[in-house]
C-alpha cells in the first residue's frame, strides 16, 4: 500500500498494541525508540559499539531462534553482502513480527538522477579509499520483494508491504504523485512479516 | 600531467596484445577465466601464467586475501574485469602491484555509459545480471557500481602509492558493428563529455 508516512511512523503504529522486546538492527542513532510506545522494551543493536547489543551481521547472530517478540531492521540488509544469511537471521530470531525497509534504488527519480549524472549516490561510490559502510547491493523493487516474500513465505510468515512515497529531493516529491506503478514511485519498501 | 587516452574498437584482449607487443618475459593473467588473452601474445617473448579464484589454472589466488606470491614475482600483471567483482578492491589493486615488476595492466568496466543510463531508465538495470538480487546469493557478481569519473580516480590516486606511474589509458568504446565505428568517431571529435561512450577503460602502468 502506498503511504507518506515514515518507517518508523509505520512501525511505531503496527506495534503500538504489542508487548515484549523489540530489538532494532542497525539502530544507529536509536531514533526509532521516539516512536514506539513505553511498554515495549526497546534494545539497540548496531556494528558498533554503545548499543544494548552489538552484533555483525554479515555473521550468524548467537541468539536462540525466536529470541525476541520483534526485530526490525530498517535499511540495513543493502549494506551486507551476505544479505540472504543475514535476512533469514533476523526472520529466525524474530518470534512474533519482523520489520524489514529496503531503498528502491530504481524509483523513476533515482532513474532519472543516474541518467543525467551516471551517479546513483553516494552509498555506492568507489573512492579512492576504502570506505568500508557502503550499499552492496542495487536494490531495485521487484527483486526486493521478490527476495522478502519468498523467504518470508518459506519461514512460514505473512507478508504486508508499504510503498514508501516520500524521499529526500524535490523531483522525487513531484515523481511520487505521479499516477505510475509503486516501482517507479516508491523511494523505500518496508515489509512487515507475521509469523 | 595530463595522461595521453586513446580510444580503440578492439576487444580488450587485442588492445591488451597491442600493449604487450615488445614485451619480454613473464605475465601473470589475474581472473584469466579462458585464458583468452594469452592468444594474443607471443609466446617466443612472454611466458603465460593464467591466474583465477578456481581451479585449472597456473596459479590459484583469491583476490579478496593477500596473495601468497613473492614480491614483483611476474614482470607483467594483467587483470581485465577483474576488481569490481572483489569487496576489497582497494586491497587487491596494490596486492597486484606488489607482484608486478615492471608493468601492471588493469580492465574496468564504465556502468554509467549513455546506452546503460537509457536501459537503467526504461527498465531499471544495467544491462546485466552483475548486481541482481536473487532469490539466493550469486557468489560472484560485481561488488562496486565502477563509472568512468570514479574508475579514473581510482587508478589516478592508488597507482602512485603502489609506486607505479599511469602511463596511458585506452578506453574501449562501446557498441556494436557500425555504431561503434560511429561511436568512436563521435569520441574522438570530442562531441560528447568524456565516458558517455566508454565501455571500459585500461590503465597501463609502470614501475617507477
Redesign the interface.
Known amino acids: 500500500m502506498f503511504t507518506r508516512m515514515s518507517k518508523y511512523q509505520i512501525v511505531g503504529q503496527q506495534v503500538a498494541g504489542l508487548t515484549g522486546t523489540l530489538v532494532d538492527v542497525g539502530a544507529r542513532d536509536r531514533i526509532l525508540e521516539e516512536y514506539l510506545h513505553s511498554g515495549l522494551n526497546y534494545l539497540s543493536s548496531d556494528i558498533v559499539p554503545d548499543h544494548d547489543l552489538q552484533w555483525d551481521l554479515e555473521e550468524p547472530i548467537n541468539v536462540p531462534d525466536n529470541a525476541y517478540d520483534i526485530v526490525v531492521a530498517l535499511d540495513v540488509l543493502e549494506h551486507l ?5 543475514a535476512y533469514l537471521e533476523v526472520l529466525r530470531i524474530a518470534r512474533q513480527k519482523l520489520f524489514v525497509s529496503l531503498p528502491n534504488m ?1 524509483c523513476l527519480s533515482l ?2 538522477q ?2 543525467r549524472t ?3 549516490g553516494g552509498k ?7 570506505q568500508g559502510d557502503r550499499h ?9 520483494c ?2 522478502i516474500h ?2 518470508a513465505r518459506a519461514a512460514g510468515g505473512t507478508v504486508v508491504r508499504y510503498d514508501i512515497l516520500t524521499g529526500y529531493s524535490r523531483p522525487h516529491e513531484l515523481i511520487s504523485r505521479l499516477p505510475l506503478p509503486a ?1 517507479l514511485r516508491a523511494y523505500t519498501v518496508l515489509f512487515e512479516i507475521t509469523k | 600531467m595530463k595522461i595521453p587516452r586513446t580510444y580503440v574498437i578492439r576487444n580488450k584482449y587485442r588492445v591488451v596484445g597491442d600493449i604487450l607487443l615488445d614485451a619480454e618475459g613473464s605475465l601473470l593473467d589475474v581472473g584469466a577465466r579462458d585464458c583468452r588473452l594469452a592468444a594474443e601474445l607471443d609466446p617466443e617473448r612472454l611466458k603465460y601464467y593464467s591466474a583465477d579464484v578456481s581451479g585449472g589454472h597456473d596459479c590459484r589466488l583469491d583476490l579478496e586475501q593477500k596473495l601468497g606470491l613473492p614480491d614483483q614475482a611476474f614482470d607483467y600483471v594483467v587483470a581485465l574485469d577483474v576488481l569490481e567483482h572483489v ?5 587487491a589493486f596494490h596486492e597486484l602491484a606488489r607482484i608486478a615488476r615492471r608493468s601492471l595492466i588493469v580492465g574496468l568496466p564504465n556502468m ?1 555509459t549513455l546506452s546503460r ?2 536501459l ?2 526504461w527498465h ?3 544491462d546485466t545480471q552483475k ?7 550469486p557468489g560472484d557478481r560485481h ?9 579514473n ?2 587508478v589516478e ?2 597507482g602512485p602509492r603502489a609506486s607505479f606511474n599511469l602511463e596511458r589509458v585506452v578506453e574501449q568504446i562501446e557498441g556494436r558493428y557500425v555504431f561503434r565505428a560511429m561511436a568512436h568517431l563521435v569520441v574522438r571529435a570530442g562531441l560528447l563529455p568524456a ?1 558517455w561512450l566508454t565501455g571500459r577503460c585500461i590503465y597501463v602502468m609502470t614501475r617507477r
Open positions: 553482502e551476505h544479505i540472504h544469511q530504481t532513474r532519472l543516474f541518467l551516471g551517479h546513483l555506492y561510490d568507489l573512492l579512492p579509499e576504502y552492496r547491493w542495487v536494490t531495485s523493487y521487484l527483486q526486493i521478490a527476495f519468498y523467504h516501482a | 569487496e576489497h578492491i582497494h586491497q554509467a543510463r537509457w537503467f531508465l531499471g538495470h544495467l548486481y541482481d538480487l536473487g532469490l539466493e546469493h561488488r562496486w557500481l565502477t563509472v568512468y569519473p570514479q574508475i580516480a581510482f590516486a592508488n565516458g
